[in-house]
DNA sequence: CGGCGAATGGGACAAATGACGTAGTGCCCG
DNA sequence: CGGGCACTACGTCATTTGTCCCATTCGCCG
């Protein structure tokens, strides 16, 4: 573990890359091998030390929610093809779906904006050690989604979740029959089996928790 | 302008902070006076300055959508008990609501969070020297609205956008009239009659357009 | 003053939504 | 193999939502 463990910094925000160099300079046997913008970015960087045949960083330090590619597809490309980066997801964030998918994903991390330079450091050694490091917040509300399994878009079937993601997309049972080609009925069956399920009222109360949820973004 | 201007700034994520913090110390004539988390820590700050009888920042650089205080209301608080200090926003939300709430409260300049530190810079001694900056893009958005008046929550009355903030609450009918002490028509009215302004064929799809617009914060 | 838009409500009606019960089919797991 | 679950689908019914009329009352503005 002495030795200089690349980090791959990721986020489409600049200033917010300026602030996470800043931490990692401060770092000893920490080094910034590279910055990128969004996903697509970040994997051209990968491929193109690779070809050159330079060391890949041991760690990518990425941004969820940023144009171009997606922050969980980005990870699921880099565990695939750059097994050997680990991926620390840093964002402001705090969804338990989405930290779910980067988890599964191959994910190797988990820090919410919040957290201090420290923080940040001991996650980028875990992932270096090819441990996991999740931010305490993260780790207290997935330990609360596992306890209480019955709560929470976890509950719907597959099904109904494609159903929900439908509904928060503002469209109506006959929409979401074509669009899934079943009928309306079972579209209006689905939608009020998980409006059970949730404990709600109206689908109008069901984008908001698909939303907090991320299920789906919030718009644009 | 030879004088150094003092920068206060204000995020909830400590990594944006140290960008910006970092940003500001590249540049001569300007010295970080104090950070914040939030719109609450930020009026506290400049409070216990106004005290000791120290100098106020010139300029508070901050964040929208913040525990705590909203930026919002916190740069119309600072503009109405401070109105020696300009604020100046750096979010990572371009929402045109956002941005007319923000300016229609005293902000005296908008940027992305995706600006360069020369951007920053440009902003900050703007808003020094009592002028306005906005972003490009945030400017492009703002000039887009003006031209197209017709279109989006702008058509809309102030009952209209108190009934669509419910409705992007999940409220139904019955309880947009209870909160605001209407018939239940009325209210099915006021929500007939924004449908028809913004295009729409159903509430759920009004959630949406509230939260595009930013007329609502997206749920946590 | 006259008009105009905003806000308030009502009647009537059509359509969408949601709840509840029932049921066939297919699939996985013990 | 049998039971359970997911998915499909229908019938019925109550409720909600949304539309198109209309009317009244303000307050503001020319």
Redesign the interface.
């Known amino acids: 573990m002495t030795e200089t463990i690349g980090v791959l910094v990721v986020d489409?925000?600049?200033?917010?890359?300026?602030?996470?160099?800043?931490?990692l300079d401060a770092l000893d046997n920490v080094e910034v091998a590279g910055e990128a913008?969004n996903g697509r970015e970040a994997l051209d960087t990968l491929e193109s030390l690779r070809v050159r045949r330079q060391p890949l960083p041991r760690v990518a330090l990425m941004d969820l929610m940023m144009p171009k590619m997606d922050g969980v597809e980005a990870t699921a490309e880099i565990a695939r093809r750059f097994p050997e980066v680990r991926v620390v997801i840093?964002t402001?964030f705090?969804e338990v779906e989405r930290i779910q998918a980067a988890l599964e994903n191959g994910a190797a991390g988990y820090l919410l904006?919040?957290?201090?330079?420290s923080e940040?450091a001991a996650a980028i050694h875990a992932a270096a050690n090819d441990d996991v490091f999740l931010d305490t917040a993260v780790a207290r509300r997935l330990a609360q989604k596992m306890r209480s399994p019955q709560s929470g878009v976890a509950a719907l079937t597959s099904r109904e979740r494609d159903v929900l993601v439908l509904?928060a997309?503002?469209?109506?049972n006959r929409e979401i029959a074509t669009e899934l080609v079943i009928s309306e009925r079972t579209a209006r069956t689905h939608v009020s089996n998980l409006l059970g399920k949730l404990g709600?009222?109206?689908?109008?109360?069901a984008?908001?928790?698909a939303?907090?949820e991320g299920l789906v973004a919030?718009?644009?």
Chains 1, 2 share one sequence.
């Open positions: 489409d925000h600049a200033v917010v890359r300026r602030g996470v160099v800043a931490y913008a840093l402001s705090g904006k919040d957290a201090g330079p940040v509904v997309q503002g469209r109506s709600l009222r109206s689908r109008t109360q984008v908001l928790v939303m907090r919030p718009p644009s």
